[in-house]
């Protein structure tokens, strides 16, 4: 079955510090692999995704991500962070014919000026 | 706003009393999810629709647990005969379908059983 394991439940950095949240998946064909984010009182919004191709992908706010299938992770970036980047970020791998997603735990991500 | 609307944004009841929540999918979508999300955790996946029919159902979507999508277009998820552990966030996401397309989440409906 699959499955995504994001090993940080909460990380704390500095405003303008670089960030890197980790994150592993279990599938067992060429996986769909996305990012979201989620503010408080907000959906889930989409960072970005790995589909094929390049396997560095760029995203929206400045967030970039890396698909290494030799140690099948996908670790999203940034290089320099913002206050309002504080938010939930879940990690998530598109499994079988209907495209639905399966969700990691989640990091919270805590900026301090 | 021609985003995923979900209703209502918070719903409290009794353990025991049946509660139906409502989706608006985005309007060209013919593929709908319902997930859930419980404090810790990430979404987990329920059901969803292709047009009108499901397709597929989780084993956490227990028999007091039913959704539908009468015309292919909004969907409703009922939960009868509530119980504390029901106590969650439950979103619903849209896509057009297509391979590795990306899911459209609304807000979500806030349930708290007492």
């Known amino acids: 079955a699959q499955s995504v394991t994001q090993p940080d439940i909460h990380i704390t950095v500095s405003e303008g510090a670089s960030l890197e949240l980790r994150c592993n998946y279990s599938y067992g064909a060429t996986p769909y692999l996305f990012w979201y984010v989620q503010s408080p009182g907000q959906g889930l919004q989409l960072l970005l995704k790995?589909?094929?191709?390049?396997?560095l992908v760029q995203g929206i706010k400045g967030f970039e991500a890396e698909f290494k299938r030799s140690q099948s992770s996908f670790n999203l970036r940034k290089p320099s962070v913002h206050w309002s980047d504080a938010a939930e970020y879940f990690c998530a791998v598109g499994a079988g014919y209907g495209n639905k997603l399966v969700f990691g735990a989640g990091t919270i991500l805590r900026v301090k000026s | 706003d021609t985003g995923v609307s979900q209703d209502p944004r918070h719903k409290i009841t009794k353990r025991g009393q049946n509660v139906t929540f409502r989706c608006d999918p985005i309007s060209e979508h013919n593929r709908l999810y319902w997930y859930r999300q419980t404090l810790g955790q990430g979404p987990e996946f329920l059901t969803y629709?292709?047009?009108?029919?499901?397709?597929?159902k989780s084993r956490l979507l227990s028999d007091r647990f039913s959704a539908e999508r009468p015309k292919g277009s909004f969907s409703t998820l009922e939960i009868q005969r509530t119980e504390q552990g029901d106590s969650a966030m439950y979103l619903c996401a849209s896509s057009l379908g297509r391979v590795g397309e990306k899911l459209f989440f609304g807000s979500g409906t806030q349930l708290s059983v007492l």
């Open positions: 629709f292709q047009n009108e029919a499901q397709l597929e």
């Open positions: 790995y589909f094929s191709g390049d396997t």
